[in-house]
């Protein structure tokens, strides 16, 4: 199973990537919302299942890419996960009326991340204990 | 039970060199909490005796223990699904027509922590399509008055609501309060708290048609596990279901009480009607102290 992660922050993507890996998925990074829909073009007939995305990034934000994505049916499998520190009330509804499936919060532990992975039903196999 | 400043001071020390994690004064609630159920495992009654325990052994071991019981442990929404899933889907279901006279449900949150699980029952039952007339009222109980007391508050910091709560019931049961979220009326409403220490004699309850009771008996001794289960099917409905951690069962601790069903990966205890009773089960005395491990 493949995740993306989006986030310009390389450090951010770095520890993403390291606990999605962990989880036992397979994952692609982008460093802002117009180069993940161009990684998300480039798998063709196999997109990812999962995407975490950062909300504030230069180029796209993230809302933005949300909204893209969700206007996409080959892209209708994607999960869509906002992973930022915006952590308004009204920007989550926000978040969630544009298409996200969940929302997380930074600063997050490895275990918030995977009980949203979770809840939402995304088990890869080979995750590491 | 107070944990001293030279233990609290040990284990924030601990914590914040082995996993930078920041302990402020006001949190020794969740050092207790957290390193009880270790003390107990140990066969060492207080939090304070264990803290010198392992401060004393210097061993990695020990110490590794401590900090994990503060950092992965911590509570989360809908801990494990399975049980929600069964409350919602067999549960709920089977008491709508069980209870369709009192046309009320109750539900006893045991060893209740800060609340998640309590208020996650809330919300489920909230959003659960009652009939009109149906009401539900929830017992949420502690030992710790600290745990009671942020239960009744329903207040929750940023890294509490990131565990396992969906983000869609957090901006609908949720509202901001500076950095923290609070818990709306209408759940608070429905969410009693009352100390109650489960390894001592029960104080009036009501009668309850589901108990959670789950990740706490896996902390004692079978004779307290059997007294606990004892006291616990008295203060149920005959048609009640008990849900217990997934580490935990009533086989082969209190057979002759209790039918096992299975609904989905989770299992419901229910009461055995006419079920035997020994007297040596009731102890006055508690054994040890059950706080809320969640």
Same mark, same amino acid.
């Given at each position: 199973m493949r995740a993306l992660v989006i986030d310009d922050s390389r450090t951010m993507r770095i520890v993403l990537c390291r606990q999605l890996a962990r989880l036992g998925f397979d994952v692609l990074e982008a460093a802002d919302g117009r180069q993940a829909l161009d990684v998300l073009a480039s798998t063709g007939d196999d997109p990812p299942a999962l995407a975490t995305v950062d909300w504030n990034m230069p180029v796209m934000d993230g809302l933005t890419f949300v909204q893209a994505v969700r206007q996409q049916s080959q892209w209708r499998q994607l999960t869509l996960v906002m992973v930022t520190t915006e952590s308004e009330h009204g920007q989550i509804v926000r978040a969630l009326a544009a298409g996200a499936h969940e929302y997380l919060i930074k600063p997050f532990t490895p275990e918030a991340l995977a009980d949203k992975l979770e809840l939402l039903g995304l088990h890869p196999t080979g995750a590491v204990a | 039970m107070t944990l001293s400043s030279t233990a609290f001071g040990y284990v924030s020390d601990l914590v914040r060199k082995e996993a930078a994690i920041v302990l402020d004064p006001g949190k020794e609630y969740l050092v207790e909490a957290r390193l009880l159920p270790l003390a107990r495992a140990a066969g060492i009654s207080g939090v304070d005796e264990y803290v010198a325990t392992v401060r004393a052994s210097a061993g990695p071991a020990e110490r590794a223990a401590v900090v994990e019981a503060l950092t992965t442990n911590e509570t989360s929404w809908f801990r494990d699904r399975e049980p929600f899933e069964a409350l919602t889907k067999t549960v709920i279901p089977e008491l709508l027509e069980s209870a369709s006279v009192r046309r009320k449900i109750t539900i006893w949150s045991a060893a209740? @922590? @800060?609340g998640q699980e309590a208020y996650t029952i809330a919300m489920l039952m909230a959003d659960h399509v009652l009939p009109r007339g149906w009401t539900v009222e929830i017992l949420a109980t502690d030992i710790s008055t600290e745990m009671l007391e942020r239960t009744k508050a329903g207040r929750y910091s940023q890294l509490e609501v990131n565990r396992g709560l969906p983000a869609p019931l957090l901006v609908k049961h949720f509202h901001k309060v500076g950095t923290q979220w609070q818990v709306s009326d209408q759940l608070r409403s429905m969410v009693k708290v009352q100390r109650l220490n489960l390894a001592g004699p029960f104080p009036p309850l009501p009668t309850f048609d589901i108990v959670f009771l789950r990740n706490v008996l896996i902390y004692f001794d079978n004779s307290t596990k059997r007294s606990i289960l004892d006291r616990t099917r008295r203060v149920m409905s005959p048609r009640g279901f008990l849900l217990l951690g997934g +580490?935990?069962?009533t086989l082969g601790i209190d057979d002759r009480s209790w039918a096992r069903t299975p609904a989905g990966r989770c299992t419901l205890n229910r009461p055995l009607t006419g079920a035997h009773h020994d007297p @040596? %089960? #009731? &102890? +006055? #005395? &508690? %054994?040890v102290s059950a706080a809320g491990v969640r």
């Amino acid at each position: 199973m493949r995740a993306l992660v989006i986030d310009d922050s390389r450090t951010m993507r770095i520890v993403l990537c390291r606990q999605l890996a962990r989880l036992g998925f397979d994952v692609l990074e982008a460093a802002d919302g117009r180069q993940a829909l161009d990684v998300l073009a480039s798998t063709g007939d196999d997109p990812p299942a999962l995407a975490t995305v950062d909300w504030n990034m230069p180029v796209m934000d993230g809302l933005t890419f949300v909204q893209a994505v969700r206007q996409q049916s080959q892209w209708r499998q994607l999960t869509l996960v906002m992973v930022t520190t915006e952590s308004e009330h009204g920007q989550i509804v926000r978040a969630l009326a544009a298409g996200a499936h969940e929302y997380l919060i930074k600063p997050f532990t490895p275990e918030a991340l995977a009980d949203k992975l979770e809840l939402l039903g995304l088990h890869p196999t080979g995750a590491v204990a | 039970m107070t944990l001293s400043s030279t233990a609290f001071g040990y284990v924030s020390d601990l914590v914040r060199k082995e996993a930078a994690i920041v302990l402020d004064p006001g949190k020794e609630y969740l050092v207790e909490a957290r390193l009880l159920p270790l003390a107990r495992a140990a066969g060492i009654s207080g939090v304070d005796e264990y803290v010198a325990t392992v401060r004393a052994s210097a061993g990695p071991a020990e110490r590794a223990a401590v900090v994990e019981a503060l950092t992965t442990n911590e509570t989360s929404w809908f801990r494990d699904r399975e049980p929600f899933e069964a409350l919602t889907k067999t549960v709920i279901p089977e008491l709508l027509e069980s209870a369709s006279v009192r046309r009320k449900i109750t539900i006893w949150s045991a060893a209740c @922590s @800060s609340g998640q699980e309590a208020y996650t029952i809330a919300m489920l039952m909230a959003d659960h399509v009652l009939p009109r007339g149906w009401t539900v009222e929830i017992l949420a109980t502690d030992i710790s008055t600290e745990m009671l007391e942020r239960t009744k508050a329903g207040r929750y910091s940023q890294l509490e609501v990131n565990r396992g709560l969906p983000a869609p019931l957090l901006v609908k049961h949720f509202h901001k309060v500076g950095t923290q979220w609070q818990v709306s009326d209408q759940l608070r409403s429905m969410v009693k708290v009352q100390r109650l220490n489960l390894a001592g004699p029960f104080p009036p309850l009501p009668t309850f048609d589901i108990v959670f009771l789950r990740n706490v008996l896996i902390y004692f001794d079978n004779s307290t596990k059997r007294s606990i289960l004892d006291r616990t099917r008295r203060v149920m409905s005959p048609r009640g279901f008990l849900l217990l951690g997934g +580490a935990e069962t009533t086989l082969g601790i209190d057979d002759r009480s209790w039918a096992r069903t299975p609904a989905g990966r989770c299992t419901l205890n229910r009461p055995l009607t006419g079920a035997h009773h020994d007297p @040596s %089960l #009731t &102890p +006055a #005395t &508690p %054994l040890v102290s059950a706080a809320g491990v969640r």
